[in-house]
């Protein structure tokens, strides 16, 4: 026969725990002064009055039991969020460099767009994009031992042009620009990407079972299909199902599951909006270009 103490032991704990899971709200409530010390002490009223009704009504061994489990259970909960505030702290610590240095870049080459001076911006709308890439893996936390690559890529007729990389040799950018197709006959990750218009992530290259990873073709001799790839395209203005496409990003690495698919798809939106303007820059400039050139 099952020991009725058990059973009240057991039904407490689940109460503790829903009772833990509400104050999550308290600790996390940017409106509470000092959520941490109000959290506590909801917590050890609910230790204290808990551990009287099951001393009173089930016994001591119980009442101990309860109040060791609830105040545990606690400050686990305590240790775990704080623990996402600190990483989330840190992230953005990391980030917001990055996307100052950015912004600055883009605020210049915007001033002196609008002063007339445009069409020598080629250099610094390249420079942004390879500041852009070059910060990439460091935000999403790689090191010199993942051998991160990244690079830009702008479709023109069916191909594509690397109008800025990071971490790839120079020998490699005219392989790319020859082999990878989208359009009609796609070749690469990337030219699927923008055919299915969809960000394709690939933490295991080396799966047999992965469609997308059947996607990604060897242009040089020396590469091994091994770590993580994503390829993210960019398309014009909100990115409806008839917007043209302007950029793809991409980035690989040779650590396997090096993507988050949550975090990678916030910092891909972040990241192309940054992409995007500066290719509309290029294009202004462009355009200004022909029509200087015109008869």
Known sequence: MTDPRLVWLAGLCIGSITANTALLKVITDDKVPRPNVAAGFLNTLLSIVGGLFCFYFVGYSVSVAFILFNLISFLILVYIVTKRDKKAVLFAEKLFPTFLA???????????????????????????????????????????????????LVPRKNRFSVVAYSGIPNYKVPKMEETFRYGPNPVSVAGHAVNERKTIIINDLTDQ????????????????????????????????????????????????????IEETNRLLSLFSLKVEILQYCWDIIVSRKKTTNSP
Request: proline share 4%; hydrophobic share 45%.
């Open 209 to 260: 079972k992965s469609i997308d990873g059947q996607y990604w073709v060897k242009i040089t001799d020396d590469e091994t299909k091994i770590g993580a790839l994503l390829a993210h395209p960019i398309f014009r203005g909100i990115g409806s199902a008839t917007s043209e496409p302007i950029a793809v990003l991409c980035i690989t690495s040779m650590l396997k599951n090096a993507f988050d």
């Open 102 to 152: 950015v912004d600055l870049q883009i605020a210049f080459i915007l001033s002196e767009m609008n002063k007339g001076s445009g069409a020598n911006m080629g250099s610094p709308i390249r420079r942004a994009l390879r500041y852009i890439l070059s910060e990439m893996p460091i935000v999403f936390g790689f090191d010199n031992a993942h051998h991160a690559q990244s690079c830009v």
